[in-house]
């Protein structure tokens, strides 16, 4: 809601999520793909939730504060 990036930002988070844990649940650890699309499922609603109580600003608020930090890293005044 408060800005394009932090929209663009939450869908690629939420579209390639699934997508990577497929590829280290099914691929990489050879599990079964019924187990990993459950798995998707609760480590997706898990982080919803954590990301709306935890940092309610979103990633746009996340990728600003670390940038700042990053900005003034060696000499932080």
Known sequence: MGSIFGSFAGAAFLVLLPVVLKIVGVDWLGWPTD????LQLVIVGGLIIVFLIAEPHGL??????AKEKLRLWPFPH
């Open 35 to 38: 187990i990993v699309a459950h």
């Open 60 to 65: 746009a608020q996340l990728w600003r504060v």
